[in-house]
């Protein structure tokens, strides 16, 4: 298993302005992986963090609305740009740390946009 | 596009009660995972299964995997109400990213 710890837990912000999600986890992992989960929903694929390349967007998701850094094996950061309350969702991160199929999560970051 | 769904979407029963979850595909899943999320946290994983015909048990918890590796169900005995949150699937196919399934939200009534 591992320990994935995010910040900020939570936050209130202002339509227009961005935000920025850190996610440290406390071993080196090849795999990680940004979700998010809109109210009262599913958990939906934002984005493959690959580390010393570009993020692998899934369908719906892009760049320039969700930039996502991946400077080592054990942190990563994904930017909410330009929010609207649209984008109030929980976030999550999260990783396959043995390569055995099974993903863990970070305890969260559930945003709300005014 | 592989979908998983689960039924029923949502359940509330009395403290002491049994309850089957449900989760489904047309698709073939190399390895099928039980997530259960509490009201402000992340999904924590309770199983993974990988064998078509395999059954878990994790305490009060059985899981199966269908035959065929489309379908998987979780029974919980005697429920408690600690055993309230959203239950999700997800299916993992190799070299491809997880496909959740929309969950099961479970109350449970003392």
């Known amino acids: 298993s591992a320990v994935i710890s995010q910040k900020p837990s939570r936050d209130i912000c202002q339509r227009g302005t961005s935000l920025t999600i850190q996610c440290q986890v406390d071993?080196?992992?090849?795999?990680m992986f940004w979700y998010r989960q809109q109210p009262g929903q599913s958990l939906t694929l934002i984005a493959t963090a690959n580390q010393g390349s570009e993020a692998t967007y899934e369908s719906g998701f892009v760049i320039d609305k969700f930039p996502i850094s991946r400077p080592n094996l054990t942190f990563s950061t994904l930017t909410v740009s330009n929010m609207s309350p649209e984008d109030s969702s929980i976030y999550l991160c999260s990783v396959d740390a043995e390569r055995a199929g099974e993903l863990f999560f970070g305890e969260g970051s559930r945003l709300t946009v005014l | 596009t592989q979908l998983l769904e689960q039924s029923p979407q949502f359940l509330s029963i009395q403290e002491g009660e049994n309850l089957t979850v449900y989760c489904n595909s047309s698709?073939?899943?190399?390895?099928l995972q039980w997530y259960r999320q509490e009201p402000g946290e992340g999904p924590v994983l309770l199983v993974t299964?990988?064998?078509?015909?395999e059954v878990k048990k994790l305490k009060r918890l059985t899981f199966q995997f269908g035959d065929a590796r489309k379908d998987s169900s979780l029974h919980i005995t005697a429920a408690q109400p600690g055993d309230t949150g959203l239950y999700l699937c997800a299916g993992g196919v190799y070299g491809q990213n997880f496909v959740f399934g929309p969950g099961t939200r479970l109350s449970v009534l003392p």
């Open positions: 698709s073939v899943f190399s390895s």
């Open positions: 071993s080196q992992v090849t795999m």
């Open positions: 299964v990988v064998t078509g015909g």
